[in-house]
């Protein structure tokens, strides 16, 4: 896989893949009440226009200008929905995660064209599920940007529909529903209106070119000081899952606080010599006084650090909400600058104390907060800081660039590389993109890094050197090298992932079973598996569906052996399969198996499924076995692997032609790439029709299949409404009727939330004919289907149960959930049509994959092999974009990320044979 750097929208390839760890999801936004600010709703389907005009409608309409081309657009139901995006390529999402402290990231619930919007001035924040079409960026002409104001439902809401980040060729915001993405904007209001927070979950673009970039919003500082009471009453698993990536984070930052100082290249020149004499002044302590900077020499390579041990899962309350007194004193500065005073909680909740300080002498540092953008930040540092305000301003240079790769992270990048961040930087009127690069870096905001580049015919340095080592030092720069620049979260997780996988790479395994009982062991299909594992740390499994067998397998050996052994899978669906799978090899009964040996990993890492782990925080198992692992992110997997204990053994087991995660990174991609370890390749290949189809789609072809048992069936429709109306009558007649599989056990899967046949819509005639009701709280009635996501990219799907004081009563995979009512709209939706991401990990008897023509040029290989292979025993799928779905399958692969991951690995890993 070719890397690029586009910032959260790398513009023909950004990839999203979203929700955050694991694939499904959105995020979340809180509703809050109107306070203060006047509430315009733009799109209400009756016509109501109705906001206030208040002081701050100059400042609202310098803010959505801001010199950045903001175009607005009114964003009726979701069937009239018109994305106003100004040139957005292949759909996807991109989503921000925020501020990893303290924040509990959720998803968003866009529901049936209801959520996507918090009241005007709203104290809620917006949080999204990164996109199907594997994360893949929106992007726009130069520096164009479209905010979109929506009115859903007839309520009264704004919806500002935030943009992804920057790219090569452009990065700006494209509006709609993208799978894999949910936006949310807190807009500095347009006609007086308050900053809304919006979100649409994760989806491959349905409104034509939409792209809606998800963000993680801070949910403890979002609900406000009850809602946070209630929260820290119990932990909850998202929050407990979080902790522990503040732990991990915490080590590892005071593990890059040990390592040398890298130091600039002494032949560079330009850019690259400015970053990284930049990142040697800032690590002395000294910030690079203009543009000019000293040669150095040139830095070697460093060794890799002793591991990381992470400690035991978090399981304490949740933090203490903002004191009040900060969240007032916020108030009064966004009040004096004109922007909605119900952004109090999130800015205290993003700045910390001092927080009104922080935002008197630099205004932009409001782009801190989840889902604001640059041109409404220029806004608000206009009406604080007057004439000595400028687009120049070296403080609005160093938030955009923090900004830009935080959109770059939200559609898969773990960093950008230096010329396509300045590129970006000056599609959004930052008159000097490399100052502002080395002011970020001088600042400690972002990173610099310099990867040597393997191209063939690069040139090779001098085999001897001359007596004064000159030409020797010669040859060596003559290597080519790339310059990347990316967020300290992201770097530092690929770095502590690396070492984490180097040390199981060169460890030798624990002598656990001798070589005579791993060989017996190794019989049937598994037998390559088995030997790879027997004499070797890490090894990579690659196989479809049919071939989770071979794990299986695996892990009853290991056990028959007597080693600690643990399974892990994305979803709670695929922990039951896969303890199905165990218990054929066994012979037990599945519900009679300890849930220590299969989990998920969001149970695994949060400490509430698994092993356990011991004193020093470390897993107790001899052998991890990970299902699914293209959903792996680089902050999940860096997890996993520095919580393996010396001598245990690590195998990664999944498709590699699904989707990939939700969160930054391509872990599994990338380890495949780089050739580290042991790849064994299943030859067991899916049973049937459908297996057979989505073989042929996994190698570029969409073959036709004899499926005499009408296994797979195209219904061609002509337009969006046809679509919906040939769904419904799959799913509540004909499928039950035809085959007897009931319509709870029939999953309908489309590209994404908005347009004329996306979820929301899907969802809303779905309930209609099978669930009717008046939707009693928040659009849901016992007995409906839904989707929840306590946290991007974790989608738990159950039914509701009952409403209440205390909130929305769930039963997800036979375990009760209550979700408070201020949290119900931003992490729960319906769920009887789901998006591509959301159902990755996940099988169904029966499923409905719909194709509206408006998603056409969303389609890429990695969605449609992902969604076709849902089904077991029957596929319907309702065709309406013509030959754009051979051609997608034909010749639309993957997007690209930019990672680190294979250079950093090859530093201290030697390449396997």
Not at 245 to 265: M, N, P, Y
Not at 312 to 321: G, L
Not at 590 to 616: H, I
Not at 814 to 835: F, N, Y
Request: hydrophobic share 40%.
């Amino acid at each position: 896989m070719k890397d690029r750097a586009g910032a959260g929208s790398a513009s023909d390839d950004g990839d999203a893949a979203g929700d955050r760890g694991e694939a499904e999801g959105s995020a979340a936004a809180a509703k809050a009440g109107r306070e203060g600010g006047g509430a315009a709703d733009r799109g209400d389907a009756d016509g109501r226009a109705a906001a206030e005009r208040s002081d701050v409608d100059s400042r609202a309409g310098a803010a959505s200008a801001g010199g950045q081309g903001d175009a607005a657009g009114d964003r009726g139901d979701a069937e009239g929905s018109a994305a106003a995006a100004k040139a957005g390529r292949e759909g996807g999402g991109a989503a921000d995660r925020g501020d990893a402290d303290g924040r509990a990231a959720a998803e968003r619930s866009d529901v049936d064209s209801r959520a996507g919007a918090a009241s005007a001035g709203g104290q809620g924040d917006a949080a999204g599920d990164r996109g199907d079409a594997e994360g893949s960026a929106a992007a726009a002409k130069a520096g164009g940007e479209v905010d979109v104001a929506a009115a859903d439902r007839g309520d009264v809401e704004d919806r500002a529909a935030a943009e992804s980040a920057a790219a090569e060729g452009g990065a700006a915001a494209d509006r709609g529903d993208a799978e894999g993405s949910a936006a949310g904007g807190s807009a500095v209001g347009e006609d007086g209106a308050a900053v809304g927070s919006q979100a649409a979950e994760s989806g491959a673009a349905a409104d034509s070119q939409g792209v809606a970039a998800r963000s993680e919003g801070s949910e403890e500082g979002a609900t406000g000081a009850e809602g946070e009471a209630a929260a820290a009453s119990e932990l909850s698993e998202a929050e407990a899952e979080l902790a522990a990536q503040r732990e991990l984070r915490e080590r590892i930052e005071r593990r890059k606080a040990e390592k040398k100082a890298v130091e600039s290249g002494k032949k560079l020149s330009g850019t690259a010599a400015d970053l990284l004499a930049a990142v040697r002044a800032v690590e002395s302590g000294e910030k690079p006084g203009g543009s000019v900077f000293s040669e150095a020499e040139s830095a070697p390579r460093r060794g890799a650090p002793e591991p990381v041990r992470r400690s035991a899962p978090v399981t304490s309350a949740a933090s203490a909400p903002v004191p009040v007194e900060v969240v007032d004193a916020v108030r009064a500065v966004l009040l004096e600058g004109g922007a909605p005073e119900a952004l109090a909680p999130q800015v205290a909740a993003a700045l910390g104390e001092g927080a009104d300080g922080q935002l008197r002498e630099d205004p932009w540092q409001l782009l801190r907060v989840a889902g604001v953008r640059p041109e409404q930040a220029d806004g608000f540092a206009r009406a604080l800081l007057g004439a000595e305000c400028g687009p120049g301003d070296e403080r609005r240079g160093r938030a955009v660039t923090v900004w830009l790769l935080e959109q770059a992270a939200l559609v898969g990048h773990t960093a950008l590389e230096a010329p396509a961040l300045s590129r970006a930087l000056a599609q959004r009127a930052v008159p000097d993109p490399d100052a502002a690069v080395q002011s970020a870096i001088a600042e400690g905001d972002a990173l610099v890094f310099q990867d040597a580049v393997d191209e063939p015919g690069a040139p090779v340095a001098p085999s001897a050197p001359t007596e004064s080592g000159g030409e020797a030092e010669e040859g060596e720069q003559e290597r080519p090298v790339r310059v990347l620049v990316g967020l300290e979260r992201y770097a530092l997780a690929e770095e502590s992932l690396a070492d984490g996988l180097a040390r199981v790479v060169n460890s030798l395994p624990k002598e656990d079973g001798s070589a005579d009982d791993w060989e017996a062991a190794a019989t049937g299909s598994a037998a390559e598996l088995i030997r790879a594992v027997a004499g070797h740390g890490l090894v990579l499994h690659t196989g479809g569906e049919a071939s989770r067998a071979e794990p299986a397998a695996l892990v009853a050996a290991a056990r028959a052996m007597g080693l600690r052994v643990c399974a892990a899978t994305h979803s709670v669906d695929g922990r039951q399969r896969f303890a199905t799978l165990l218990a054929r090899a066994e012979q037990w009964e599945p519900s009679a198996k300890p849930q220590e040996t299969v989990a998920t990993v969001a149970g695994l890492l949060s400490g509430t499924e698994g092993p356990g782990r011991d004193a020093d925080g470390l897993l107790m198992t001899d052998l991890l076995v990970v299902l699914d692992a293209p959903q792996l992110d680089v902050e999940s997997a860096a997890m996993l692997a520095e919580s393996l204990p010396d001598g245990a053994r690590l195998v990664l087991s999944g498709d590699p032609g699904v989707l990939w995660s939700v969160g930054p990174g391509r872990v599994f991609a990338d380890l495949l790439a780089a050739r580290v370890c042991p790849q064994v390749a299943s030859r067991t290949p899916d049973p049937g029709p459908i297996g057979e189809l989505v073989s042929g789609i996994g190698v570029g072809e969409l073959n036709q299949v004899e499926a005499p048992g009408k296994e797979v069936v195209i219904v061609p429709v002509r337009d969006a409404g046809e679509a919906v109306h040939r769904t419904v009558q799959l799913v509540a007649d004909s499928v039950p009727r035809a085959f007897g599989i009931p319509a709870e056990q029939t999953q309908v899967i489309t590209p994404g939330h908005g347009g004329a046949a996306g979820t929301r819509v899907l969802n809303a005639a779905l309930k209609e004919r099978l669930n009717p009701g008046p939707g009693r709280f928040g659009g849901f009635d016992p007995g409906d289907r839904i989707a929840y996501t306590p946290a991007p990219g974790r989608t738990a799907l159950g039914h509701v149960v009952k409403a209440d004081a205390e909130g929305l009563h769930l039963e997800c995979a036979g375990t009760p959930v209550v979700v408070p009512k201020e949290r119900v709209e931003q992490s729960v939706r319906h769920g009887w049509a789901l998006t591509a991401h959301q159902a990755v990990g996940r099988r169904w008897p029966a499923a409905v994959v719909v194709l509206p023509g408006d998603a056409a040029q969303t389609l890429t290989r990695p969605w449609i092999y992902t969604a076709f292979g849902r089904a077991e025993r029957h596929l319907s799928v309702v065709h309406g974009v013509e030959q754009a779905l051979p051609r997608a399958v034909a010749e639309t692969p993957a997007k690209p990320r930019t990672t680190r991951l294979p250079t950093l690995l090859k530093a201290q890993v030697p390449t396997a044979g």
